[in-house]
């Protein structure tokens, strides 16, 4: 009781540091709806979604939670708690609908519309260039990510947005988590849009090498607009980039050597593949090592451009697993055998890591969040770090009556649980600046539709798409009052 007692106290002890980012995300196409309006085309989701047996129920974001007319609503859930940041994606093919010029001047008005109505409320944006959404005619006519000239689309599009917005907006994210849309769309049975893996799994695809066709790409992409931006604009509007990678935490699946250096694979796989070239100029020697020529070589340009490009770091971060070593197969199906490790959620006791949540894949670590935080500093030498995604689904939410659902005591604790073990890390020199709770508002969660809930806020998909709060959305108001 003792030891409680001291570490209650220790916890409550830490403080938040000074002009701490306090905020919630979404995302354009699982909020925004509004799919053929005022001049959008689609993109890979928007087709994806609409092909049928690829979302559960057939959901697609063709209305989400119709945040394109009722933004003004959505801010006012902000502002009732006390938040003073929001982060935010832009659709590309709302203001490029072909992903190419001309600009869509609907959609460029729509958006300052946010950008006014967010600043006039004391809310700062955060703005995501991609968060998923490729508009569909990149990837038809010239193979979107599988295509190294998307640097070149990504760069004009990036171009467009400082050009329209950057005298308001002093946060941007070039990409959110390339490790999710290059594995999932580009392996892992396709099941992420555009929908590509190895037959017969897919129709058409290579698991092998098109995720890291892809991971390429995506960085080429990112150096372009990161230093387009600093070359063209940063000096006058004064903002900051970077990126922002998904990262589980790896827990030796037990003691040995092989175990552990495993779990250093994992992690290697997830976060280096995207960062060592942003803060070391290449991937990282694990990589090249097991994957071979399968991997894409940069060139020493194209490393000399990639090298720096940030000025924060971005991690989205949900839950741990236990890593365990295993021979490479041969032959290797890509990305998940290259990296001789079997991931699970279940340790050699046959316990699950941690409470499951409702998404198959999301366990409950709170230190695993502090871990992370550890090995990212650690390697890349304390960077500013903006925690841009964090939350939960609760176990059986959408089938629960709206009271249960309100009452959301598991996610609650899940929060508490890990911004505890975020300040921890700080305590102890790690340079998290910003959180970011995913989400505002229950939306639609990509494959899984409308059937998994993650929200601060419960939208009724049967009733208008009323938002209500729920008490984690109220505890979070109260936490970052420092009530």
Same mark, same amino acid.
């Given at each position: 009781?003792?030891?409680?007692?001291?570490?209650?106290?220790?916890?409550?002890?830490?403080?938040?540091?000074?002009?701490?980012?306090?905020?919630?995300?979404?995302?354009?196409?699982?909020?925004?709806?509004?799919?053929?309006?005022?001049?959008?085309?689609?993109?890979?989701?928007?087709?994806?979604?609409?092909?049928?047996?690829?979302?559960?129920?057939?959901?697609?974001? %063709?209305?989400?939670?119709?945040?394109?007319?009722?933004?003004?609503?959505?801010?006012?859930?902000?502002?009732?708690?006390?938040?003073?940041? /929001?982060?935010?994606?832009?659709?590309?093919?709302?203001?490029?609908?072909?992903?190419?010029?001309?600009?869509?001047?609907?959609?460029?008005?729509?958006?300052?519309?946010?950008?006014?109505?967010?600043?006039?409320?004391?809310?700062?944006?955060?703005?995501?260039?991609?968060?998923?959404?490729?508009?569909?005619?990149?990837?038809?006519?010239?193979?979107?990510?599988?295509?190294?000239?998307?640097?070149?689309?990504?760069?004009?599009?990036?171009?467009?947005?400082?050009?329209?917005?950057?005298?308001?907006?002093?946060?941007?994210?070039?990409? #959110?988590?390339?490790?999710?849309?290059?594995?999932?769309?580009?392996?892992?049975? *396709?099941?992420?849009?555009?929908?590509?893996?190895?037959?017969?799994?897919?129709?058409?695809?290579?698991?092998?090498?098109?995720?890291?066709?892809?991971?390429?790409?995506?960085?080429?992409?990112?150096?372009?607009?990161? #230093?387009?931006?600093?070359?063209?604009?940063?000096?006058?509007?004064?903002?900051?980039?970077?990126?922002?990678?998904?990262?589980?935490?790896?827990?030796?699946?037990?003691?040995?050597?092989?175990?552990?250096?495993?779990?250093?694979?994992?992690?290697?796989?997830?976060?280096?593949?995207?960062?060592?070239?942003?803060?070391?100029?290449? /991937?990282?020697?694990?990589?090249?090592?097991?994957?071979?020529?399968?991997?894409?070589?940069?060139?020493?340009?194209?490393?000399?451009?990639?090298?720096?490009?940030?000025?924060?770091?971005?991690?989205?971060?949900?839950?741990?697993?236990?890593?365990?070593?295993?021979?490479?197969?041969?032959?290797?199906?890509?990305?998940?055998?290259?990296?001789?490790?079997?991931?699970?959620?279940?340790?050699?006791?046959?316990?699950?890591?941690?409470?499951?949540?409702?998404?198959?894949?999301?366990?409950?670590?709170?230190?695993?969040?502090?871990?992370?935080?550890?090995?990212?500093?650690?390697?890349?030498?304390?960077?500013?770090?903006?925690?841009?995604?964090?939350?939960?689904?609760?176990? *059986?939410?959408?089938?629960?009556?709206?009271?249960?659902?309100?009452?959301?005591?598991?996610?609650?604790?899940?929060?508490? *649980?890990?911004?505890?073990?975020?300040?921890?890390?700080?305590?102890? *020199?790690?340079?998290?600046?910003?959180?970011?709770?995913?989400?505002?508002?229950?939306?639609?969660?990509?494959? %899984?539709? /409308?059937?998994?809930?993650?929200?601060?806020?419960?939208?009724?998909?049967?009733?208008?798409?009323?938002?209500?709060?729920?008490?984690?959305?109220?505890?979070?108001?109260?936490?970052?009052?420092?009530?």
């Amino acid at each position: 009781m003792m030891f409680l007692a001291l570490v209650f106290q220790l916890a409550n002890s830490i403080k938040d540091p000074p002009n701490f980012m306090w905020g919630t995300a979404t995302a354009s196409y699982q909020v925004e709806g509004a799919y053929q309006e005022d001049g959008r085309a689609w993109s890979i989701w928007d087709q994806f979604a609409h092909t049928p047996g690829k979302t559960y129920n057939g959901d697609t974001g %063709d209305v989400a939670d119709d945040n394109y007319h009722r933004y003004n609503e959505d801010i006012g859930l902000m502002t009732a708690l006390g938040l003073k940041y /929001y982060r935010m994606s832009l659709s590309w093919s709302r203001i490029l609908p072909t992903g190419e010029l001309p600009v869509n001047q609907a959609g460029i008005d729509h958006y300052n519309q946010v950008f006014n109505a967010l600043l006039a409320n004391g809310i700062v944006p955060l703005v995501t260039l991609y968060h998923w959404d490729l508009p569909l005619a990149l990837d038809q006519q010239y193979g979107g990510w599988l295509n190294f000239s998307m640097a070149t689309y990504f760069q004009l599009y990036a171009d467009t947005v400082f050009a329209a917005f950057g005298d308001r907006i002093q946060n941007w994210l070039t990409f #959110n988590e390339p490790l999710t849309f290059c594995v999932q769309g580009y392996s892992d049975g *396709g099941i992420h849009a555009p929908g590509r893996c190895s037959p017969p799994t897919c129709a058409a695809g290579n698991s092998s090498t098109e995720p890291y066709l892809c991971g390429h790409s995506v960085l080429l992409a990112h150096s372009a607009a990161v #230093n387009l931006y600093r070359q063209k604009y940063q000096a006058q509007q004064k903002g900051r980039i970077g990126i922002t990678l998904n990262t589980d935490f790896g827990v030796p699946y037990s003691s040995s050597s092989d175990d552990k250096a495993a779990a250093e694979r994992n992690m290697e796989w997830q976060c280096s593949w995207f960062a060592d070239p942003i803060f070391f100029g290449d /991937y990282p020697p694990s990589m090249k090592t097991a994957v071979g020529s399968r991997l894409p070589q940069f060139t020493p340009d194209q490393s000399k451009a990639l090298l720096g490009t940030w000025d924060f770091y971005g991690l989205n971060h949900y839950t741990s697993k236990y890593i365990q070593n295993r021979p490479i197969p041969n032959p290797s199906d890509g990305w998940n055998d290259d990296q001789g490790t079997t991931v699970t959620p279940y340790g050699p006791d046959g316990q699950p890591i941690g409470p499951p949540a409702d998404s198959s894949w999301l366990f409950v670590v709170p230190e695993g969040i502090y871990k992370i935080l550890k090995w990212i500093s650690e390697r890349y030498y304390y960077p500013p770090i903006f925690i841009t995604e964090n939350g939960v689904d609760v176990p *059986g939410e959408s089938s629960m009556s709206l009271a249960d659902a309100l009452n959301d005591t598991f996610r609650v604790n899940f929060y508490s *649980g890990y911004i505890d073990n975020v300040m921890r890390a700080v305590s102890e *020199g790690v340079d998290v600046r910003a959180y970011f709770a995913w989400s505002l508002m229950d939306n639609f969660e990509w494959a %899984d539709g /409308y059937n998994k809930r993650f929200g601060l806020h419960y939208v009724d998909y049967n009733d208008n798409l009323k938002r209500y709060q729920k008490q984690s959305a109220i505890w979070y108001g109260n936490r970052i009052k420092g009530q």
